[in-house]
């Protein structure tokens, strides 16, 4: 029997969306703000005050990644400290290591920059839809596995249940996930719980930032047998240089042979692109990490990290609490 979810946006992609995958809407308000960028990003951090009794001081900061839609050049480090870049070994990621025994100074500031061109990220939707799901070169279960704050049994299962077509295939399914999660979640910072990325207060609360709505999707997709993951990383305005208030994060799903981009808030957001954010990403974004439940490289003291945007600081062994750590972002636009 089909879902009150199934039927009704099987029908839709069907008969509306497959033939028109990979176009851009000709209308002005559907179609991408930008198809590339090529900024010098900024990343200010100070840390302290630093307790004057205090032995050691770790830091891990992230750093711009580097894949088939984003290349970084010009990464400079400014600190009083002497500091690494370390590579992650794990999807891509890599970080400024800063490390400091003995006594340390009361405040630490750390300047990080680098040009990133960002190239707007578009899937063969054609592809995916005529394929199935496979193994990724035997590497699928690390995006089928669940992660502490998005499980794939319990509430979220019963919920996959629910949104169950019976015939849809891997990329159809895909599609009614996207339609359920933009259609009963709300962007919406208000109150306590949201922006932890927690699978199963998006599903009850139905409300959250870009990291609760792309929890759920992914959760929901992982629970029928889809890979899927998550990406952080930065929004870009539309002026030519301003500030960064805060990160913004999207997700993917494997299909036919390839990844497909989601980004279910953008498409609560902006309506008139809802369509456009199932299988492209515009160009303003810079992406960071990739990942959830990390355990970095040198590894921290303790449980793994939910995910990782801002410094994540350790001072004797113990983590730093947020009001000890100050963050700015900003980005120029530069002529190519």
Same mark, same amino acid.
């Given at each position: 029997?089909? /879902? ?10 069907? @008969?509306? %969306? ?10 002005? !308000? ?85 040009? =990133? ?41 019963? =919920? /996959?249940?629910? @949104? ?14 996207? !339609? ?71 997700? !993917? ?11 279910? /808030? ?14 492209? %990403? ?25 995910? %990782? ?24 636009? @530069?002529?190519?």
């Amino acid at each position: 029997m089909a /879902s009150r979810y199934g039927k009704s946006l099987f029908t839709v992609i069907a @008969l509306v %969306l497959i033939p028109q995958v990979g176009s851009v809407c000709a209308n002005d !308000e559907s179609a991408p703000r930008s198809r590339e960028r090529h900024v010098r990003f900024s990343y200010v951090t100070e840390i302290g005050p630093i307790d004057p009794n205090a032995q050691s001081l770790k830091i891990w900061i992230p750093l711009p990644r580097e894949d088939a839609f984003q290349h970084v050049t010009g990464i400079s480090v400014e600190s009083a400290l002497s500091s690494r870049i370390v590579d992650q070994k794990n999807d891509g990621n890599r970080l400024v290591f800063i490390e400091a025994k003995g006594q340390l100074p009361q405040t630490i500031v750390v300047k990080l920059s680098a040009d =990133v061109v960002r190239r707007q990220e578009s899937a063969d939707l054609r592809k995916a839809a005529a394929g199935r799901t496979e193994p990724i070169d035997g590497g699928s279960a690390e995006f089928l596995r669940p992660d502490a704050l998005v499980p794939t049994t319990g509430r979220i299962a019963q =919920v /996959s249940a629910q @949104l169950d077509d019976g015939s849809a295939t891997p990329f159809e399914q895909a599609r009614i996930i996207y !339609e359920y999660v933009t259609s009963v979640m709300r962007y919406d910072k208000t109150g306590t719980g949201w922006g932890r990325g927690d699978a199963i207060y998006a599903c009850d609360v139905r409300r959250g930032n870009c990291t609760d709505f792309h929890s759920l999707f992914i959760a929901l997709a992982r629970s029928r047998g889809i890979p899927a993951r998550f990406t952080i990383g930065f929004p870009l305005g539309t002026d030519r240089a301003d500030k960064i208030p805060g990160y913004h994060c999207w997700a !993917e799903f494997y299909a036919g042979g390839e990844w497909i981009p989601v980004d279910a /808030s953008e498409a609560w957001k902006h309506p008139a692109r809802h369509d456009y954010y199932f299988g492209n %990403l515009d160009a303003d974004r810079i992406a960071f990490t990739r990942g959830r439940d990390l355990v970095l490289n040198p590894a921290q003291a303790g449980e793994p990290l939910n995910y %990782l945007i801002y410094p994540y600081v350790q001072i004797d062994g113990k983590a730093v609490s947020k009001d000890q750590i100050k963050n700015s972002f900003a980005y120029s636009d @530069l002529t190519h």
